[in-house]
């Protein structure tokens, strides 16, 4: 086959694994890192329009180096070809091997924030995203730039994202080239004052991914079809 990677550039390296051990011919483009974080209907065109950037060029499926990422990728079309993601929430499900994985240590662990080596090193390109939509500013600068009473509701739930967090765990995949990236996220930890654990993650979905082993845990978008957010164990479905 040959596929048409779009992945997010907080997975690079976990995508270009994956990449190293398809069998498969696999052209790739990364989105920007933290996309996410540009609220959902942006983050769903720029991938609607890289999706519609692949068609007329061969190939035999797109893959989506993504989740649902809040609803941010609800109502992505297959166009002319089969669009693959993989069924979890978000990267995190991802990193751990499965939305099962991930579903079982956010029950047992209220109040984790996650990073890995995408994470910890394109902490700058992140944080200059958070700042471009403001979740580092203080009560007056929301006000602002929103209004009083959006200013406010904005600061409230950015406060309380930020008090709800006690514990950082750092997600370990086996791409680690040292220990360094796991230092910067405990140090991280300390500085806030959580609790710093790590998680012995896999690649498993990335590599079955690229390599065209789609079963349950992937959603296969046939022509015409689309994204639907399903609010169950199965996360996506196809919709019409």
């Given at each position: 086959m040959r596929l048409l990677l779009l992945g997010?550039?907080?997975l690079l390296r976990e995508l270009s694994d994956a990449i190293a051990h398809s069998p498969h011919l696999v052209d790739a483009v990364y989105l920007p890192t933290g996309?996410?974080?540009s609220g959902s209907k942006l983050m769903r065109q720029r991938v609607q329009e890289a999706i519609d950037a692949g068609e007329g060029k061969s190939y035999d499926a797109i893959v989506l180096g993504y989740a649902l990422c809040g609803t941010g990728l609800a109502g992505v079309c297959a166009r002319s070809i089969p669009v693959v993601i993989p069924r979890a929430h978000d990267c995190i499900a991802l990193l751990m091997g499965s939305r099962q994985k991930y579903q079982d240590y956010f029950n047992a662990n209220p109040g984790t924030y996650?990073?890995?080596i995408g994470w910890v090193e394109r902490e700058d390109e992140l944080k200059e995203q958070v700042a471009g939509i403001g979740m580092d500013s203080d009560l007056d600068s929301l006000i602002e730039k929103y209004g009083e009473d959006a200013g406010r509701y904005l600061y409230q739930e950015i406060s309380a994202y930020k008090r709800n967090y006690t514990r950082l765990t750092f997600i370990r995949t086996g791409l680690e080239?040292?220990?360094s990236f796991r230092q910067r996220a405990e140090a991280e930890a300390v500085e806030k004052g959580w609790k710093f654990e790590e998680f012995d993650g896999s690649t498993s979905l990335f590599r079955r991914l690229l390599s065209g082993d789609w079963n349950e845990d992937f959603l296969v978008l046939q022509?015409?079809?689309k994204i639907v957010s399903s609010n169950d164990e199965?996360?996506?479905?196809?919709?019409n």
């Open positions: 997010c550039g907080v996309l996410h974080d996650y990073r890995s080239v040292n220990d022509p015409g079809q199965w996360i996506l479905v196809a919709g």
